[in-house]
């Protein structure tokens, strides 16, 4: 069975930084792209961040650009987000994806399409 676990969210004063970890277990995504997406109270989840298979290219929300990096380790089947630069903006529950399969790019990722999903993990950024 496959599993997402997020984790790394919590309370911050606007300024300060957050690192987001995401584990995977019951399967292998070395071949797939992943990343983030967050969702705010009242709003559609959106798109934050992503890496592809070896992490050699990222794509990144303009609203996060300079702020936050993407990374994964493929041997420990994980994927995190560096967060810097905090704003109470950026508060929201943050998810991590995994793409649809080896066949998609970071483009079809953006767009949400994903196959699994983690739990989410809560970031408050406070003023």
């Known amino acids: 069975q496959v599993q997402l676990v997020d984790s790394g969210g919590g309370l911050v004063q606007s300024g300060g930084s957050l690192r987001l970890s995401c584990a995977a277990s019951?399967?292998?995504?070395?071949?797939?792209?992943m990343g983030w997406f967050r969702q705010a109270p009242g709003q559609e989840r959106e798109f934050v961040a992503g890496?592809?298979?070896?992490?050699?290219?990222?794509r990144y929300a303009d609203s996060v650009k300079g702020r936050f990096t993407v990374s994964r380790d493929n041997a420990k089947n994980t994927v995190y987000l560096q967060m810097t630069s905090l704003k109470p903006e950026d508060t929201a529950v943050y998810y991590c994806?995994?793409?649809?399969?080896?066949?998609?790019?970071?483009?079809?990722?953006?767009?949400?399409?994903?196959?699994?999903w983690g739990q989410g993990t809560q970031v408050t950024v406070s003023s």
């Open positions: 994806a995994v793409g649809r399969g080896a066949d998609y790019g970071l483009n079809d990722f953006a767009r949400g399409g994903c196959e699994y």
């Open positions: 019951g399967r292998t995504f070395s071949s797939y792209a």
């Open positions: 890496i592809n298979w070896n992490g050699g290219s990222t």
